[in-house]
């Protein structure tokens, strides 16, 4: 019998060598179907989730609402799916990074829903509101036609009124039969003499009847004398009375016991020594709350 020893040692060599060979490329080819199946499936996910966050977008885009917050809050909820948008797109892509989007789209696409779903509700409760306000709105219409004609109506009435009040009113009032004034000197306690000369006179002596007025109202009346020098300064300044948002400074008050009938009054103002009588003319004034009833002037030389 003939034996080889190398020879055959050589064969179990070579032949292990061949089966290594054979289990490497096999593995290999394996891990590189393996490797472009991962790539693929990386790429399609990436893909995928870019397309789902700008269809996310493009819905936000297509919503218009009013309510401010509302707005803020899309805006907002619009951001994040943007910025994560943004990041899928320029990261390198791994299976691990993509599923952590994934749960971050996931939830974005949660509040999506939920915003979208207010938006509805309140676009809802809008229209209903717009269809009750149309409601209402057809009523107020109608009413305010009717409102219209019974304005007319009153204010044809309230014209009337304000007519017959307004007569009743010039008809009711005060005002002076006769008005005269004039300058003077005492001469005796009882005698006074009236004189043009401004050097002589001390007083003014103003006289006025009331005239009657079945109309007027009657009882205590007061009554105010305002005169003027010709400065434009009242003289024999007693004070002021305020009639409303008016008031009036006058020289002398008097209180008269009006009975509806004709009444004479008369009274005698006393300059101030500081101020005496001066050349001009001076004007009388005679008032009845802030009524004048009636105006005269004196003239000194």
Same mark, same amino acid.
């Given at each position: 019998?003939?034996?080889?020893?190398?020879?055959?040692?050589?064969?179990?060599?070579?032949?292990?060598?061949?089966?290594?060979?054979?289990?490497? /490329?096999?593995?290999?080819?394996?891990?590189?179907?393996?490797?472009?199946?991962?790539?693929?499936? !990386?790429?399609?996910?990436?893909?995928?989730?870019?397309?789902?966050?700008?269809?996310?977008?493009?819905?936000?885009?297509?919503?218009?609402?009013?309510?401010?917050?509302?707005?803020?809050?899309?805006?907002?909820?619009?951001?994040?799916?943007?910025?994560?948008?943004?990041?899928?797109?320029?990261?390198?892509?791994?299976?691990?990074?993509?599923?952590?989007?994934?749960?971050?789209?996931?939830?974005?696409?949660?509040?999506?829903?939920?915003?979208?779903?207010? &938006?509805?509700?309140?676009?809802?409760?809008?229209?209903?509101?717009?269809?009750?306000?149309?409601?209402?709105?057809?009523?107020?219409?109608?009413?305010?036609?009717?409102?219209?004609?019974?304005?007319?109506?009153?204010?044809?009435?309230?014209?009337?009124?304000?007519?017959?009040?307004?007569?009743?009113?010039?008809?009711?009032?005060?005002?002076?039969?006769?008005?005269?004034?004039?300058? &003077?000197?005492?001469?005796?306690?009882?005698?006074? &003499?009236?004189?043009?000369?401004?050097?002589?006179?001390?007083?003014?002596?103003?006289?006025?009847?009331?005239?009657?007025?079945?109309?007027?109202?009657?009882?205590?009346? +007061?009554?105010?004398?305002?005169?003027?020098?010709?400065?434009?300064?009242? &003289?024999?300044?007693?004070?002021?009375?305020?009639? /409303?948002?008016?008031?009036?400074?006058?020289?002398?008050?008097?209180? !008269?016991?009006?009975?509806?009938? +004709?009444?004479?009054?008369?009274?005698?103002?006393?300059?101030?020594?500081?101020?005496?009588?001066?050349? /001009?003319?001076?004007?009388?004034? !005679?008032?009845?709350?802030?009524?004048?009833?009636?105006?005269?002037?004196?003239?000194?030389?």
């Amino acid at each position: 019998m003939l034996v080889f020893p190398h020879t055959y040692n050589y064969r179990i060599i070579i032949g292990s060598l061949v089966v290594v060979f054979v289990l490497l /490329g096999s593995y290999t080819l394996t891990n590189y179907i393996q490797l472009e199946d991962y790539k693929t499936y !990386v790429s399609q996910e990436k893909k995928l989730l870019e397309n789902e966050l700008s269809d996310m977008v493009v819905r936000y885009e297509n919503v218009q609402v009013e309510n401010v917050s509302l707005r803020k809050k899309l805006e907002q909820s619009k951001g994040n799916i943007e910025r994560v948008l943004d990041s899928i797109k320029t990261l390198k892509p791994s299976a691990s990074l993509l599923s952590l989007y994934r749960s971050k789209i996931n939830l974005l696409q949660k509040e999506n829903a939920e915003v979208l779903n207010l &938006v509805s509700t309140l676009k809802t409760e809008n229209e209903r509101l717009a269809s009750k306000t149309e409601t209402i709105s057809q009523h107020l219409v109608a009413a305010k036609n009717n409102t219209s004609s019974l304005v007319a109506k009153n204010k044809g009435l309230a014209t009337a009124n304000s007519n017959m009040s307004n007569a009743l009113k010039k008809a009711s009032a005060l005002s002076l039969a006769s008005l005269d004034a004039k300058a &003077v000197k005492r001469v005796t306690k009882k005698r006074i &003499v009236s004189t043009d000369n401004s050097s002589k006179a001390n007083k003014l002596y103003v006289a006025f009847t009331l005239a009657k007025n079945k109309l007027a109202t009657s009882g205590v009346k +007061d009554l105010y004398i305002q005169i003027l020098n010709p400065n434009n300064n009242v &003289v024999a300044d007693q004070g002021s009375v305020s009639f /409303g948002e008016q008031s009036l400074i006058y020289s002398k008050k008097l209180k !008269v016991e009006y009975k509806k009938q +004709d009444i004479d009054v008369n009274t005698l103002i006393t300059t101030d020594i500081d101020e005496p009588l001066t050349k /001009g003319v001076y004007f009388v004034n !005679v008032f009845y709350d802030n009524t004048r009833l009636g105006s005269t002037s004196i003239l000194l030389k």
